[in-house]
């Protein structure tokens, strides 16, 4: 199923929970703003390869528009639109005041060199430059994008505007990057499931976790629920995955894949392929690597009590529907991974007023809106019956529709 089809199946269910006007579909469904941008870019070989790019502003009712510029060859409109309506689901639950965008290039980083890339970053920017603002549209890193990529926007940007740190997050911390952004992401996955666990009188103390992907999101996410005292039995990456049911070296799987290795790479560990750690008989299973990897034929071997969605996607309707009738709890996307455009929030805020704040305080910060967007969630869960996913988009569509209403555009 395409991104697009899934998130309208998550969007109408939702809306039917609230009673939602027919008549405000299709505004809060469809884009506001869709700007699509050739990218030319001069190749160190002296030929020329032409790309597209596209920035998707879905709803900006709540604050500017927010989200992420991925670069990857399979990037296309409906893509991007369908990830730009999860911005917009998302940042409303989580309650940080934006509306929701999504970019991309049609491009594969890896065959281009630095100063390739650099001058795509650069031009693509400046395509898009009359749709961004620190009040109208903030980019952030997302698959294949980096702290360096954000550098680049931001100077293409700043060299007509003047400095505008607030016009990326996710920048370095030599300039505007603020401390725990980085980590944000994959801490946020797990302060939800600690707030989720506290809930039903449970703690992460003592339990089992199998996590899909260790990269920026998996790898924090291990370490945080390690130090909360659960054990990180399984874990995969690219190359394949690992098991050990008294517990990984977390700090040791972390080394090899810093040194340019891989999980699999660790010693005294029993190895799996990349798709068995989905089927490992533990606690809580963490998807933090692709979407769509849930599904109707692995569903029935999936055998945690608990799912806490990393990664954007992960879970098919189908498998999502018998997963919910089965009792699996399930922390849904738009809720588990807002750590990330909530870290993102942090450092806007920060860079309009010029300060920093310590890590600490970030963390601090990060985890009461991830508490409170859980209570929020499985609150209105039980008061609706319906699961934590419809509810998360019920919840995130009741907001948009209010402001959308005040603002005129209803
Ligand atoms: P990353 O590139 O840092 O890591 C991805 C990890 O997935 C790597 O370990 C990679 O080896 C692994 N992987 C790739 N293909 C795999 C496969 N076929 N089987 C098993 N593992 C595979 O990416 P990330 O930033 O950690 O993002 C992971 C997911 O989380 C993505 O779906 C992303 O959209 C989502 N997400 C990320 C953020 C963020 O702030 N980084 C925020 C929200 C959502």
């Not at 449970?202 to 996590?211: K, L, N, S």
């Not at 080394?255 to 290795?261: I, L, S």
């Not at 098919?316 to 929030?345: C, H, K, M, W």
Request: proline share 5%; net charge negative.
């Amino acid at each position: 199923m395409r991104a697009d089809e899934m998130v309208n199946r998550y969007f109408l269910e939702a809306a039917e929970t609230i009673d939602l006007p027919e008549e405000y579909y299709e505004v809060l469904q469809s884009s506001y703003r869709e700007t699509d941008v050739q990218v030319p870019v001069h190749r160190d070989d002296g030929s020329l390869s032409v790309y597209r790019g596209y920035r998707v502003q879905h709803n900006g009712a709540r604050g500017p528009y927010k989200g992420g510029v991925r670069y990857h060859p399979a990037v296309d409109i409906s893509e991007v639109r369908a990830l730009a309506s999860l911005m917009t689901w998302k940042t409303a639950l989580l309650n940080v005041p934006f509306g929701g965008a999504k970019g991309g290039v049609n491009v594969d980083p890896s065959e281009l060199s630095t100063r390739e890339l650099e001058a795509l970053t650069r031009r693509f920017t400046a395509s898009i430059t009359h749709v961004l603002g620190p009040f109208r549209d903030v980019p952030a890193p997302d698959m294949n994008t980096n702290p360096q990529v954000m550098a680049w926007m931001m100077d293409a940007y700043s060299s007509k505007n003047g400095y505008t740190p607030a016009i990326v997050t996710g920048k370095p911390l030599a300039f505007g990057g603020a401390p725990g952004r980085r980590q944000a992401t994959g801490r946020g996955v797990a302060y939800t499931l600690e707030r989720a666990l506290e809930r039903v009188g449970r703690t992460p103390e003592g339990m089992t976790v199998a996590i899909q992907g260790f990269g920026n999101v998996g790898s924090w996410a291990a370490l945080t629920l390690r130090d909360m005292g659960a054990k990180i039995v399984a874990i995969s990456d690219i190359r394949g995955g690992i098991q050990r049911m008294d517990g990984i070296n977390v700090d040791r799987a972390i080394e090899k894949v810093e040194a340019g290795g891989s999980v699999v790479d660790c010693a005294d560990v029993d190895l799996l392929d990349s798709g068995e750690v989905l089927e490992v008989n533990c606690d809580v299973l963490i998807p933090a690597a692709l979407g769509e990897v849930i599904t109707k034929e692995n569903v029935d071997d999936i055998k945690v009590d608990w799912i806490v969605e990393g990664a954007n996607n992960p879970t098919t309707p189908d498998a999502d529907q018998t997963l919910f009738e089965r009792g699996v709890n399930i922390i849904p996307d738009i809720l588990a991974n807002g750590g990330g455009v909530t870290g993102s929030y942090f450092e806007w805020t920060q860079n309009i007023q010029q300060f920093t704040w310590p890590e600490e305080q970030f963390n601090e910060r990060l985890r009461e809106k991830m508490r409170q967007g859980v209570d929020e969630t499985f609150g209105a869960a039980d008061r609706w019956g319906v699961s934590p996913r419809q509810a998360a988009f019920a919840v995130a569509i009741e907001r948009v529709a209010e402001a959308s209403k005040l603002r005129g555009y209803l």
